[in-house]
């Protein structure tokens, strides 16, 4: 087997055990010549949803000691490079100490860790419960909107 066969055995297989993934971007066979040609792309999930009761980062960020602030998600420089636009519903707890629990995300997974960085970051107003939803648009600023009840 070739090389580049090799290669494209190896990407398929690999993108089979991934499970319910779908790429924007990925790979392809074509010309070539020799007959056998491999091209690669960017590729990430698109949708699902996330849960923790809580989480490791919890307890590395301090008490929050009476302040609140949002921390602005960060658009992913992959998403961006794909021009991959979506949205995030978030739901969380907020501990006395101001810092999220019990946090679950539903919606374009591409953001999903960026959005969980900024809710962990942020201080909240304690024991309040957060329902947000999370817009990243490209050329906009990403936008953190409260459901309304």
């Excluded at 794909?82 to 739901?91: L, M, N, R, T």
């Excluded at 101001?98 to 591409?110: L, Q, V």
Aim: proline share 7%.
């Amino acid at each position: 087997m070739t090389p580049a066969k090799r290669m494209t055995l190896l990407i398929a297989l690999s993108s089979l055990m991934t499970g319910c993934s779908v790429g924007v971007g990925g790979f392809g066979i074509g010309g070539g010549s020799n007959g056998v040609g491999v091209g690669a792309g960017l590729s990430f999930p698109i949708g699902g949803s996330a849960s923790t009761k809580d989480n490791a980062t919890d307890s590395q960020q301090p008490d929050c000691d009476g302040e609140v602030y949002q921390v602005q998600p960060i658009y992913p420089a992959q998403a961006a490079a794909q021009e991959f636009e979506g949205k995030v519903a978030v739901k969380f707890d907020v501990k006395p100490n101001g810092r999220a629990t019990g946090y679950s995300a539903k919606g374009d997974k591409a953001f999903f860790a960026e959005t969980w960085k900024a809710v962990s970051r942020s201080c909240w107003s304690p024991g309040v419960s957060q329902d947000f939803v999370v817009s990243f648009t490209m050329n906009k600023p990403v936008t953190l909107a409260p459901v309304a009840p």
